[in-house]
């Protein structure tokens, strides 16, 4: 070949390079804050929260979110293999996990943008609405004194488990009267149709059930808990959250590891100002901030009244 030909080929191959890369570069360059396109991976447990978010914020900006629900487990080791670069999860990142994107040069942006709980709901069947969070406990490290015939959870790599294997002190589920499926809810109507089972859910498919769901929701009780260090029983209501007087309390957050200014920053700045808030306080679940509400003093024509709106 020619020394023609060779530098020819050469320059081919350098064009071919640059093209490539200015072909990526404005693939990136047409995703900002709030337009593009982006793929989140949920925490099943709290799905229908993020829904809530992502559909508000697509209908307010040019974005599209692909969300997909997956055990904390599943989510977590996505972003950890670099899969995913936004979750949403329902807890913060432990030291070892901050380490990992440490060692990478890689500092993720946390947003906690609301509180949610586990629940335990029973069978309609059943008159007992209260539970002991020590009966539930003891359960798992194999009493069996209680009324409690069964446990049931969503998924064994799911957060809802691994919540409770902390509070048992354990490194896993046990085998016996223990009970598994893939989503909270699948374990929701397995309790609605098998008395004497306590399923151990999220709270937020309590609070935003979905239409196939309504009837299954009607023929469950959401019991009221008794933890472990306080007096009483308490449901999982917005009130109480607020209060902290339910036991099973728990944080959500966004965690961004995009590494540039995208969509993973708009939806958290979304989900945690005025409007993403006010998403959440609808929803049942309590917001992180409070949203403020405007009140607009109207005097009355007639007999100077004031009126509040």
Not at 175 to 202: H, P, R
Request: aromatic residues 8%; hydrophobic residues 40%; contains cysteine.
């Amino acid at each position: 070949m020619s020394r023609f030909n060779i530098c020819l080929v050469l320059v081919s191959f350098v064009l071919i390079f640059f093209n490539c890369k200015k072909n990526e570069n404005t693939v990136s360059n047409d995703e900002t804050v709030l337009k593009g396109k982006a793929t989140i991976f949920v925490d099943e447990t709290i799905t229908p929260i993020v829904e809530d978010e992502v559909m508000v914020f697509e209908s307010n900006y040019d974005a599209k979110f692909t969300l997909i629900s997956k055990s904390e487990s599943e989510v977590l080791n996505s972003l950890f293999n670099k899969k995913v670069g936004i979750v949403v999860i329902a807890r913060n990142l432990t030291k070892k996990e901050l380490n990992i994107f440490e060692q990478r040069k890689i500092v993720p942006k946390i947003t906690k943008f609301a509180i949610d709980g586990i629940a335990f709901v029973s069978n309609k069947s059943s008159n007992d609405t209260l539970i002991a969070l020590k009966d539930v406990i003891g359960f798992m490290k194999g009493d069996r004194n209680s009324k409690i015939k069964g446990l049931v959870f969503d998924n064994p790599n799911s957060s809802t488990v691994n919540y409770m294997n902390n509070l048992a002190g354990l490194s896993s589920l046990p085998d016996k009267d223990v009970y598994t499926f893939k989503t909270n809810n699948e374990v929701l109507k397995f309790v609605s149709e098998n008395n004497g089972m306590v399923g151990v859910v999220g709270v937020n498919w309590l609070s935003q059930p979905n239409a196939s769901m309504e009837v299954i929701i009607k023929n469950i009780n959401v019991l009221s808990v008794k933890g472990l260090k306080k007096e009483g029983f308490y449901a999982p209501s917005q009130s109480n959250f607020a209060e902290g007087t339910y036991p099973l309390l728990r944080d959500l957050y966004i965690v961004n590891c995009q590494g540039y200014s995208g969509l993973g920053m708009g939806i958290a700045s979304f989900a945690a100002g005025d409007i993403g808030q006010r998403i959440v306080l609808k929803s049942g679940l309590l917001p992180h901030q409070m949203p403020t509400r405007k009140l607009n003093i109207v005097r009355g024509t007639s007999n100077n009244e004031k009126e509040i709106k």
